[in-house]
């Protein structure tokens, strides 16, 4: 049998199916995603939930003219392939290959670029307020999970778009989840909603009911709509929604794609800021997934018969996520004021031992960051020893916090900066290329990057018994296989390390960039014979000026390499205080990255694209050299 979803060019190619066809479509389209992901890697369960509701979405709309805003974008994979990306859709997250999220470059059906969560709503709002006041006569749609649904800048937004009461229909993608499972008194009330009776049932109770009392003039026709929403409020399901202004329809089956379109058919022909509450299952129609969705949220490649996922993170190392959680619980045993947080990431961040050992001393906050260091500074107000783990990415979304209720009251939090650097296949939205620069840019702030999975214990002892905040940050890889079962090295707080001595050049590396120093050194002694001295730095603040001043003098060329972009990060601060010394830094050059978007690939071929590798470097090197 021809498969459907080769006929399905355009989304105006769906008007014509019969229901039944666009459940046989949907099976075509999980099939294809699941294909795809155990080969390139990606985001499974979270795009494998919403494939009926996207067919539904755009069976009613036409999102080349209306606006469809997929939040975060890690669900929009169903979107990619009806709307001209079939083809290409094999190409997923690889180098020069379609985005694993929605990228207005890529379509125009891609009507705003995101990759952090939480944000649709206010783009949507914005779009459709500008659509009011130029006159445009479209329909705005945003689906938000349940999981971002409790963060401040969706709530935020939401408290907006009641009192605007511009038309914008809010899909809220209810799977009880958001990369791990949803916490907080959000989601307790979502959950109350989902085991109560029908919205739609008791409406029309409501319905029935004031339809009995007889209307006497107008005053009275507005009172009885003002008591019909006040009776509506208090007593069906969505009553915090209906609050914020919305109107408020569902829970509707998120895979029941006739009941989905019956709804939205009736939704878009409504006015003013709507909500319709959809119930979908993460992994659906994938079993391995359906029953791990945590583990199949950003998926490692799989095998397609059974699920079963290549550990191939085993086979290169621990990882530094994993070496962060095994120090804290080390510690954690010995302390008992050490306390673990996480925005919603307990097991990408290393943390879900550390989560079951001390499930009092462990605090998932959601999808907050601001939050978060908010109540580490609280904690350590209180006596405790916070460590917030988070990556780099997503903790400048809490950068005010960090300056007001960290730097300035010179609270002793620690910040286990994860993903630090390049990224890989997340792509741009995803880098975490500016922690340096607005860590060191905090009064008080200790600044440090190990070079291996050793120094990285160490670094997490320090920043715990020291009495400053202390930002660690590491990349998105394993420690030197060689180092990481090393006992942890000694050193101090700004204390640099010579690990190679040589005469013509030095390489002065900043964390990740150790191991691809030495690297360059040994091509450039094996091919020029030439003698390199490579430092690792380990500190961005405060600096051992001392032997990177030495370094700077001793040497005719001299690199100052990090995984960071250039602007502001580790090579900044030492050209800043090699100048405050009157040190001649003429020879001295920035080896990082550009400022500019780095594409999605994978973390070598980004970091070999930026001259960053071992073979990089050398060329750098040689190049001042000559």
Not at 395 to 414: K, T
Not at 586 to 600: D, F, M, Q, S, T
Request: charged share 25%; net charge negative.
């Amino acid at each position: 049998m021809a498969r459907l979803l080769d006929s399905i060019n355009d989304p105006a190619d769906l008007r014509s199916l019969h229901s039944s066809q666009l459940e046989r479509l949907a099976d075509e389209i999980r099939q294809l995603i699941i294909e795809v992901v155990s080969r390139n890697r990606g985001h499974l369960a979270s795009n494998l939930g919403t494939v009926e509701l996207t067919l539904a979405l755009h069976r009613c709309f036409d999102f080349s003219r209306d606006r469809l805003i997929w939040d975060c974008g890690h669900q929009c994979y169903a979107h990619k392939i009806l709307t001209g990306r079939r083809d290409s859709f094999a190409t997923l997250r690889q180098q020069d290959g379609i985005s694993g999220f929605a990228d207005p470059g890529e379509s125009p059906y891609d009507s705003f670029g995101f990759g952090h969560t939480a944000t649709s709503v206010s783009a949507a709002l914005g779009m459709a307020c500008a659509d009011r006041t130029l006159g445009t006569e479209r329909r705005v749609v945003a689906v938000i999970g349940d999981g971002a649904m409790a963060s401040g800048m969706a709530f935020e937004a939401l408290n907006h778009a009641g009192d605007l009461e511009c038309d914008l229909l809010v899909v809220l993608n209810d799977n009880k989840m958001s990369i791990s499972r949803t916490v907080g008194a959000v989601a307790r009330s979502l959950s109350k909603i989902r085991s109560s009776a029908p919205y739609g049932d008791i409406k029309r109770e409501l319905h029935d009911l004031m339809g009995m009392v007889p209307v006497v003039g107008e005053k009275f026709d507005g009172l009885l709509a003002r008591l019909r929403e006040g009776i509506q409020s208090a007593l069906t399901p969505g009553g915090l929604f209906v609050e914020l202004g919305f109107h408020y329809y569902g829970p509707v089956d998120g895979h029941d794609i006739e009941e989905l379109v019956d709804t939205l058919e009736h939704l878009k022909r409504m006015k003013g800021p709507i909500l319709l509450h959809t119930l979908t299952e993460k992994g659906h129609g994938f079993r391995p997934a359906s029953e791990d969705p945590t583990r199949f949220h950003s998926s490692q490649r799989f095998e397609l018969a059974n699920g079963s996922v290549w550990n191939e993170e085993a086979a290169e190392g621990t990882s530094y996520s994993a070496v962060v959680g095994e120090t804290l619980c080390e510690l954690a045993r010995e302390d008992p004021r050490i306390v673990a947080i996480t925005a919603a990431m307990p097991d990408g961040t290393g943390l879900s031992a550390f989560a079951k050992e001390f499930p009092d001393r462990f605090y998932d906050v959601g999808i907050c960051e601001q939050h978060a260091v908010g109540l580490a500074d609280g904690l350590a107000a209180g006596g405790m020893r916070p460590v917030f783990a988070v990556y780099s990415t997503f903790l400048q979304r809490a950068y005010d916090q960090l300056f007001h209720d960290v730097s300035i009251q010179g609270a002793p939090v620690v910040f286990c900066v994860d993903r630090a650097g390049l990224v890989g296949s997340d792509g741009p939205t995803h880098h975490g290329l500016n922690d340096i620069a607005y860590c060191r840019a905090m009064p008080g702030f200790v600044v440090m990057a190990p070079g291996d999975s050793a120094e990285l214990r160490t670094m997490v002892r320090l920043a715990l018994a020291g009495e400053a905040p202390a930002a660690i940050r590491y990349p998105r890889e394993s420690g030197p296989a060689a180092a990481t079962d090393a006992a942890p090295p000694d050193f101090q707080v700004g204390q640099a390390e010579v690990c190679l001595q040589g005469r013509q050049g030095a390489i002065v590396a900043y964390g990740a960039m150790v191991r691809r120093a030495l690297d360059a050194a040994r091509i450039l002694r094996e091919q020029d014979g030439l003698e390199i001295t490579v430092v690792n730095a380990r500190f961005a603040r405060p600096l051992d000026l001392d032997a990177i001043s030495d370094a700077v003098r001793q040497h005719e060329a001299v690199l100052l390499a990090e995984d960071h972009s250039v602007a502001g990060g580790f090579g900044s601060a030492v050209l800043e205080a090699l100048a405050g010394r009157g040190i001649d830094a003429k020879h001295v050059r920035l080896a990082g990255v550009p400022l500019e978007l780095i594409p999605h690939a994978t973390r070598q071929q980004q970091v070999a694209r930026c001259c960053l590798d071992g073979r990089g470097l050398a060329e750098r090197l040689r190049h001042l050299l000559a």
